[in-house]
């Protein structure tokens, strides 16, 4: 959410079981052994997310059962790592200070790996993402270019990187040449930012493309994107810069997901096999 900092209505732990019949990597080691000693002895790790970002993770109406890629992903980390996963699902803008206060061990949600954020986070990079423009079917015919979104409202939540990313396109492509700006809408949610279209108090909008791919999905034919994609970027886990020992432990794991099949196999699941990441990286590096 792809997202940035996508306050807390209230949090919902959900707790996921998962039998480890084997924490061991690809060559024996036990990766158990890599975790800190508390989680260790523990047996669990706690993940904070917000489970409305389909098909990343998200509930089925009536359902509080988290389900989407990224469940899929930590559950397979839980289970290659030998603990208990324990989900906080909690608002977007909330997720980095829960972090950051120790409330949860790590946050995957679709939450984009950038340069600020690495100021005060570590990153395990596992999804290639981006921002994307699009409208409804009535209006596509008019909204064919990010340059048409001229004077015009876009509705985005207003805690992602997908708010900000047109923001500065906005400034960089119309208002430096004396155009006038997209009127930026913000909103709660994804959900919201499609009802102001549907309700004509927006023209547009801006979203991951994997959420695109969803709705195209979901509602074939009723919404429509259009223009390039922006500031492609991975997502990843992210972790509280002291916490390197859990980190590089996860990181572990993930290798391990990718060298198996696993993490393919995931992507496949949900249609989201072009978002694989070549390799597993740490902050945009390989280590």
Do not use: H
Request: charged share 20%; proline share 4%.
């Amino acid at each position: 959410m792809k997202g940035s900092g996508k306050g807390r209505a209230f949090a919902m732990a959900v707790t996921l079981c998962i039998v480890a019949s084997s924490a061991s990597g690809l060559f024996g080691e036990n990766l158990s052994n890599l975790l800190p000693a508390p989680v260790k002895a523990k047996g669990q790790i706690t993940i904070g997310i917000n489970g409305i970002y389909p098909p990343m993770e998200f509930k089925n109406p009536g359902s509080d059962k988290l389900i989407g890629f990224d469940v899929d992903l930590a559950t397979a980390l839980g289970q290659a790592l030998g603990v208990k996963v324990v989900y906080d699902d909690q608002k977007f803008d909330q997720l980095i200070n829960s972090i950051i206060t120790g409330r949860v061990d790590f946050v995957i949600s679709g939450m984009s790996d950038t340069a600020k954020r690495r100021a005060t986070l570590d990153f395990v990079d596992y999804f290639l993402s981006g921002t994307v423009c699009y409208t409804t079917k009535a209006m596509a015919s008019t909204y064919t270019s990010l340059e048409s979104l001229s004077g015009k409202t876009l509705a985005v939540s207003a805690s992602t990187d997908y708010y900000t990313t047109m923001q500065q396109w906005s400034k960089d492509n119309l208002e430096s040449k004396g155009k006038a700006a997209i009127k930026m809408l913000g909103v709660d949610s994804e959900a919201t930012a499609r009802l102001q279209m549907v309700q004509g108090r927006a023209q547009a909008s801006a979203i991951s493309p994997e959420v695109l791919g969803w709705l195209a999905k979901q509602e074939p034919g009723q919404f429509i994107g259009f223009g390039p994609i922006l500031n492609p970027d991975p997502y990843g886990m992210a972790f509280k810069k002291d916490n390197a020992q859990l980190r590089d432990a996860v990181f572990a794991a993930f290798k391990q997901l990718i060298a198996d099949g696993t993490y393919q196999k995931l992507l496949a699941k949900w249609e989201l096999s072009r978002s694989a990441v070549p390799q597993a990286l740490i902050n945009g590096e390989k280590k």
